[in-house]
Nanobody, 120 residues
Framework: QVQLMESGGDSVQAGGSLTLSCAAS?????MGWLRQAPGKQREGVVG???????DFADSVKGRFTISKDSANNTLYLHMNNLKPEDTGKYFC?????????????????WGQGTQVIVSS
């Protein structure tokens, strides 16, 4: 069983930055961040496999980056130039296998999420 706990969500103005953290009991082959805006389906933001290969959603490319602290089993999502459409609940997720790790991966393990609100 993998436990994931997100933190770092906040309310910011458009153009601002936030860094989300995901403390994992253990890293798995594929880790990711997904988000869900009110009234919308959950969407993948980024997937990263155990080799460090990443797959970002087009909507966040150039603005979001991801990093891992393997010593502390913590995954970070660095979000810059935030837009109101980035508003939503952000979830950290994990899957055992690293193959085809992407924003479309089906994840086995989920955190509870952290809220991000971007105001214009």
């Amino acid at each position: 069983q993998v436990q994931l706990m997100e933190s770092g969500g906040d309310s910011v103005q458009a153009g601002g930055s936030l860094t989300l953290s995901c403390a994992a009991s253990i890293f798995r082959g594929c880790m990711g961040w997904l988000r869900q805006a009110p009234g919308k389906q959950r969407e993948g933001v980024v997937g990263i496999d155990s080799d460090g290969t990443t797959d970002f959603a087009d909507s966040v490319k150039g603005r979001f980056t991801i990093s891992k602290d393997s010593a502390n089993n913590t995954l970070y999502l660095h979000m810059n130039n935030l837009k109101p459409e980035d508003t939503g609940k952000y979830f950290c997720a994990a899957r055992d296998g690293k193959r085809f790790c992407s924003i479309f991966s089906d994840y086995n393990y989920w955190g509870q999420g952290t809220q991000v609100i971007v105001s214009s």
